[in-house]
């Protein structure tokens, strides 16, 4: 695959992947909130998803790819648990999890914002 493809693809996925978390998280704030509904909050949730908007936002600036990523896989790491305890399969998380190692393993080289997944020079 030539090299401008291979970049807007991986630039085409790191800006899907912030972007769904991103979303996804803001979501289940909102849900957490009891803002829908004339429920309590549930401020573990609530706080949770907040970490992760928050690691979302900072994993979408190139700059802070990284550190984001690290804060996404520490909140996708409590959330697949409690997931798992309650049962429950937390299939889309683990994607959301490989997804993130993947940007932040080939992610955007310091020179630039070039992907370096097999990319030389």
Do not use: K
Request: hydrophobic share 55%; net charge positive.
């Amino acid at each position: 695959m030539p090299e401008p493809n291979v970049r807007r693809a991986f630039i085409a996925f790191y800006v899907t992947l912030g972007l769904v978390v991103l979303l996804q998280s803001l979501g289940t704030a909102l849900a957490a909130s009891g803002l829908r509904t004339a429920s309590s909050p549930n401020r573990h949730v609530l706080a949770l998803a907040g970490l992760e908007t928050l690691g979302a936002l900072v994993f979408l600036w190139r700059p802070a790819v990284r550190a984001g990523g690290a804060v996404l896989l520490v909140t996708f790491a409590i959330a697949a648990t409690a997931h798992g305890l309650r049962g429950e399969f937390p299939g889309a998380i683990l994607v959301y999890a490989a997804g993130t190692i993947f940007v932040m393993a080939h992610g955007f080289a310091q020179r630039g914002d070039r992907p370096s997944i097999g990319l030389q020079g």
